[in-house]
């Protein structure tokens, strides 16, 4: 299960993160409150979950064919 990590924190809130499964960035700047930052990394995130996971799928499915010797 991918998660968020915190890459970038300025005056010690964070602003900018990354997944932990396929490092792709989020960050949400502006004049908002932590809290309010966290709330829209966490949609922005899950939504993302779900993509990553079934980008992920079909590069799972090639690495095995890969692996595979090919008949001769
Ligand atoms: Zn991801």
Same mark, same amino acid.
């Given at each position: 299960m991918p998660e968020l990590?915190?890459?970038e924190k300025i005056d010690g809130s964070p @602003?900018?993160?990354r997944?932990?499964?396929c490092r792709l960035k989020f960050s949400v700047r502006g004049k908002l409150t932590a809290q309010e930052r966290y709330r829209q990394v966490?949609?922005?995130f899950e @939504?993302?979950?779900k993509e990553c996971r079934?980008?992920?799928e079909p590069?799972?499915?090639m690495a095995f064919a890969a692996g595979v010797?090919?008949?001769e």
């Amino acid at each position: 299960m991918p998660e968020l990590i915190v890459m970038e924190k300025i005056d010690g809130s964070p @602003v900018a993160w990354r997944c932990s499964d396929c490092r792709l960035k989020f960050s949400v700047r502006g004049k908002l409150t932590a809290q309010e930052r966290y709330r829209q990394v966490t949609e922005e995130f899950e @939504v993302h979950m779900k993509e990553c996971r079934k980008a992920g799928e079909p590069a799972r499915d090639m690495a095995f064919a890969a692996g595979v010797p090919l008949p001769e």
